[in-house]
């Protein structure tokens, strides 16, 4: 979970969006669920009781499955075009507020500790999901964290993230991955380079 919101680690589910060797970790409804408990984005209880409605009803699991996709796809090219300082597509932004609408049934504004938050009603559907994610990419997009969107400066990684270093220069998604190659690729280049090496 390094994208900082949870709609930027959900759009990381998939590495590779414009390649033909792309590395998908979501493959079925049920992984879905047990990523959305890993990014703590569902409570593990949500989780066992999604999980069992994944059991029971597989074409709806499968269609709501795929919607998330197409969701998490839409997420990934409004904020990659914003990363890379390009208008998103006026599509894209349609499915993410058509998302964000019909989840909005669902919630409602409650005192918290500090203000106030959205809570989401008793729904036990699998939507639940796709709802608080779209909730996260409307968050983001209506926040000043907007300006700190940076996707990956690596060879083979896309992945997208908010800046929350100091000075705000952040490039790889993560220094002991991308960030460790990318060193590494320059430092054998100057060996390269360099005469009488």
């Keep these: 979970m390094i994208g900082g919101a949870a709609c930027l680690d959900f759009a990381n589910t998939l590495n590779g969006h414009r390649r033909a060797a792309a590395h998908e970790y979501l493959h079925d409804p049920r992984d879905l669920v047990l ?10 209880g ?20 795929r919607g998330a996709l197409a969701l998490r796809e839409a997420i990934f090219r409004v904020f990659d075009a914003l990363a890379n300082h390009r208008r998103p597509a006026e599509s ?8 964000w609408r019909a989840g909005q049934r669902h ?11 959205l809570q989401w009603d008793d729904d036990p559907g699998l939507e639940r999901i796709t709802r608080i994610l779209a909730t996260s990419a409307i968050s983001l997009l209506t926040s000043a964290e907007i300006e700190r969107i940076r996707a990956c400066a690596g060879d083979r990684c896309d992945w997208l993230f908010v800046d929350g270093s100091r000075n705000h220069l952040r490039q790889w998604c993560s220094m002991d991955e991308c960030g460790n190659r990318a060193k590494m690729k320059r430092r054998q280049q100057r060996r390269r380079s360099s005469p009488g090496v």
């Design 107 to 117: 919630s409602r504004l409650v005192p918290a500790t500090h203000g106030f938050q």
């Design 35 to 44: 990523w959305s408990r890993h990014a703590q984005v569902i409570t593990p």
């Design 92 to 99: 894209d932004l349609e499915r993410l507020n058509r998302a």
């Design 46 to 65: 949500d989780a066992r009781l999604l999980l069992k409605q994944v059991a029971k009803q597989p074409s709806t699991a499968a269609e709501v499955f």
